[in-house]
């Protein structure tokens, strides 16, 4: 190459080593936990890492940080692009609809992940340690976290939550459990299982900034995760999980709906709507959820109730997700929140969002001691049987 | 030279048992008329069907060790059965201790003391479960009574509340109703 090329291109980074970079052992163990917790490297493999202790070094290699980096940011974008960012989809900005995919919509200085020192630590920590039984406490202050350190270790949590040692070790800590991310990929898991009311941190940081456009590339990915969800219920046999589940999965939804009605985010509920619609393709009774609890249940009718209430955690937030429709009818031309209003009502419509409010209301009320029917539910009944055959009825 | 004796501890209690069970869920009131002249509405028909009024505006009815309690204003419901017993209940050990090596006497009559003592927690654990059952079936047994009551109450608020309205809206011709399915049908004149 010409000298005066080089002098033209002074902050060109140095060149790439010829083959692989040299990594101690301890760097190479490393590494591989960072891939398993990106999804990059098997899990079985990556949680034997996680159990075997190492000891730690001074400090890493150049060489390694640069691979660090270089994982980090390939994998967390490669992740929001396959989550959803890649999606030709619409979202509010400054309370307007904007178009396109998440990186048309959305300018790159806002968009930049920036991973911080406790992703790092905690990796060093990772490979130190065995982490169940471990010697030196680690932890983050939640409020020190960049949006991209949440996320991280969200995938992180659900990476390693598989294995119930280190799960208990986890939930111990803020980083987790108070990483609202974490609280909206796996309730049930982050919750401190024999806490009477668990206790989700607060949402309304994910609404803003960069943690909205997070949001944004994780719909498809939570409508899959929470469609799986509701569909894996039928399963469960133990009521104590059951409840425990369901009561996790409704404190965060209702947090998180909340906080997405304050900022006028409804956009990013979207999940929890496709979700319920997925799931509520037919008429449904509550035994979708509870048929697979095993036993009478609890001696007492008060915890039966409550547990078959908790398993219908995701239906029950179609009341609010009504309301908001309800309200989005009655938004005028000239009302500041009309093009919001009118980007919910066709997510709405979409989906058909009053068939399926009217299924998730009437699973509900199944539930429900005292209701028995009434003369008017009795008549729309009759019209409706009339009207219209249930979906999956063979006449 | 080494003699064994016999020890026998016979301990007996009486426990005050409590139990309870308790569900609670909300009426499915219309929103015929304004919240607070349909909470008129079911406060009235509550009276008739024997529920008083307490302190705090909840109506409260008494059957046979179950309590109704309904908030005429939320629509809440609140249906509780409670069982209380007095129980007796009695046990015996008996444990065999020598002069010479073991335990002494005070230790071995203390040892089997608490083994006693585990023995009737264990017996008063099981008729708390008894308890506890009978209670939860009355409750069962109750809501079942209950539930073509409090439908009859939700129809019969729906029915007065649609008649005011109907009034509110103009002269009432006509109304005709049939019990069996529950229509109604008002005919006013705007």
């Known amino acids: 190459m010409a000298k005066g090329d080089e002098q033209a291109r002074p902050d060109r980074a140095p060149p790439e080593p010829e083959g692989p970079r040299q990594v101690t052992k301890f760097e190479f163990n490393l590494l591989r936990i960072l891939r398993f917790l990106v999804g990059h490297f098997p899990a079985d493999q990556g949680l034997q890492f996680v159990r075997t202790p190492l000891t730690r070094p001074e400090c890493l290699s150049a060489g390694a940080v640069e691979l660090v980096k270089d994982t980090l940011s390939k994998a967390s974008v490669l992740f929001l692009t396959r989550a959803g960012g890649w999606r030709n989809d619409k979202y509010l900005r400054n309370n307007q609809p904007a178009p396109g995919r998440v990186w048309d919509r959305i300018p790159l200085d806002e968009r930049a992940l920036q991973f911080s020192r406790p992703v790092l630590d905690f990796l060093l920590w990772l490979t130190a340690e065995k982490v169940h039984e471990t010697k030196q406490a680690w932890d983050a202050a939640p409020k020190a976290l960049t949006p991209a350190d949440e996320l991280f270790f969200a995938l992180a949590f659900d990476a390693m939550r598989s294995d119930p040692d280190v799960l208990t070790v986890l939930r111990r800590k803020d980083t987790f459990v108070r990483n609202p991310f974490c609280w909206i990929m796996n309730p049930a898991d982050v919750a401190e299982p024999d806490g009477n009311r668990p206790q989700p941190p607060d949402f309304a940081p994910v609404f803003a900034g960069q943690r909205a456009v997070l949001l944004e590339c994780l719909q498809t990915h939570l409508t899959v995760r929470w469609t799986r969800t509701e569909r894996a219920k039928g399963q469960i046999g133990d009521w104590r999980k059951m409840r425990q589940q369901g009561a996790a999965e409704f404190v965060a939804l209702q947090g998180f709906l909340g906080a997405a009605e304050a900022a006028r985010r409804t956009d990013l509920a979207r999940f929890v709507l496709r979700t319920n619609a997925q799931v509520l393709q037919s008429d449904m009774t509550p035994v979708f959820w509870t048929g697979g609890l095993q036993g009478s249940g609890p001696p007492r009718l008060a915890d039966r109730l409550e547990t078959q209430r908790a398993a219908l955690a995701v239906p029950r937030q179609m009341e609010i997700l009504e309301t908001w429709q309800e309200r989005a009818r009655y938004v005028g031309y000239f009302d500041d929140d009309y093009q919001a209003s009118q980007m919910w009502k066709a997510d709405w419509e979409a989906v058909n969002g009053d068939r399926v409010a009217a299924r998730a209301r009437a699973a509900v009320e199944m539930l429900e001691p005292l209701r028995g029917p009434t003369a008017a539910q009795t008549a729309a009944a009759a019209d409706r049987a009339a009207g219209e055959n249930p979906e999956g009825s063979p006449g | ?190």
């Open chain 2, 1 to 190: 030279m080494s003699r064994a004796y016999r020890i026998t501890v016979k301990e007996s209690e009486s426990r005050n048992l409590k139990a309870d069970d308790e569900i609670c869920t909300q009426l499915e009131i219309l929103e015929i008329l304004p919240p607070e002249d349909m909470a008129t509405l079911l406060k009235e028909e509550l009276k008739k069907r024997g529920f008083g009024e307490q302190d705090d505006g909840t109506m409260v009815r008494k059957d046979e060790g179950c309590t109704v309690a309904i908030d005429p204003c939320s629509g809440e419901v609140t249906v509780k059965a409670e069982t209380a017993a007095t129980v007796n209940q009695e046990a015996k050990r008996e444990a065999t201790g020598f002069n010479d090596v073991g335990p002494n006497e005070k230790s071995l009559r203390e040892k089997v003391k608490e083994q006693l003592k585990q023995d009737l927690d264990k017996k008063f654990d099981q008729e708390q479960t008894k308890l506890q059952g009978k209670a939860t079936e009355a409750l069962e047994k109750h809501l079942q009574e209950l539930q073509p009551e409090i439908s009859g109450v939700v129809n019969q608020v729906t029915r007065d509340a649609l008649k005011q309205k109907a009034q509110q809206m103009g002269t009432v011709k006509e109304i005709s109703e049939d019990a069996e399915s529950g229509s109604l049908t008002i005919k006013v004149e705007v």
